[in-house]
């Protein structure tokens, strides 16, 4: 099983700055297939990047993902109100999916 | 518009069952593989199980294995997760999740995810 690991486990930041969330792998993640979720209170997780960078339909460019192998990294350019939240990401590469402990995201 | 929406949660005793369904609606049911994946109160996202477009293929987590069981009637648009011999450590919302298309690798990335139902384990 992949494990991943997610840090910080808390990023306090100030809407209008950059936030940069790391996702490390405990062994390679084949193919890049890496994803990422904002989940708010009471709120499903909802996809914001699959295969390590591409945009989930609707998710604005201040989304970014980038990485690959056992490293990986979203970027929120400039927060917004509404990007307070916690984020996971997921592995979909081994036999079995699995998903980090997640960061989260809130306001300074 | 992609719909999930997840039914039958509620509190059960330890060594209870409980089946949970969801109704998917808005895409073709039959495409594609569903998910099971779970989040006890204040904790992360954990996958249980999934099945196949055509049900011919199951997996499970370990945690899971031999006391949950999924499957998917197409007709209806409808998955399933029978639970039994319940846990005070399965308390957690259930979410219901697409995941890829039959011809795509078993796992993928949930593009589409229920609201969640609420399975509390307790006496």
């Known amino acids: 099983e992949i494990v991943l690991t997610q840090s910080p486990g808390t990023l306090s930041l100030s809407p209008g700055e950059r936030a940069t969330l790391s996702c490390r792998a405990s062994q390679s993640v084949s193919s890049s297939f890496l994803a990422w979720y904002q989940q708010k209170p009471g709120q499903a997780p909802r996809l914001l990047i699959y295969?390590?960078?591409s945009r989930a339909t609707g998710i604005p460019d201040r989304f970014s993902g980038s990485g690959s192998g056992t490293d990986f990294t979203l970027t929120i350019s400039r927060l917004e109100p509404e990007d307070f939240a916690v984020y996971y990401c997921?592995?979909?590469?081994?036999?079995?999916?699995?998903f980090g402990p997640g960061t989260k995201v809130d306001i300074k | 518009e992609v719909q999930l929406v997840e039914s039958g949660g509620g509190l059960v005793q330890p060594g209870g069952s409980l089946r949970l369904s969801c109704a998917a609606s808005g895409f073709t049911f039959s495409d594609y593989w569903m998910h099971w994946v779970r989040q006890a109160p204040g904790k992360g996202l954990v996958w249980v199980s999934r099945?196949?477009?055509?049900?011919?293929?199951?997996t499970y987590a370990d945690s899971v294995k031999g006391r949950f069981t999924i499957s998917r009637d197409n007709a209806k648009n409808t998955v399933y997760v029978q639970m039994s011999s319940l846990r005070v450590e399965d308390t957690a919302v259930y979410y219901c999740a697409r995941g890829g298309r039959w011809e795509l690798r078993p796992n993928w990335y949930f593009d589409f995810w229920g609201r969640g139902t609420l399975v509390t384990v307790s006496s």
């Open positions: 997921q592995q979909y590469g081994s036999s079995l999916s699995t």
């Open positions: 099945i196949k477009s055509d049900g011919s293929s199951i």
């Open positions: 295969g390590a960078s």
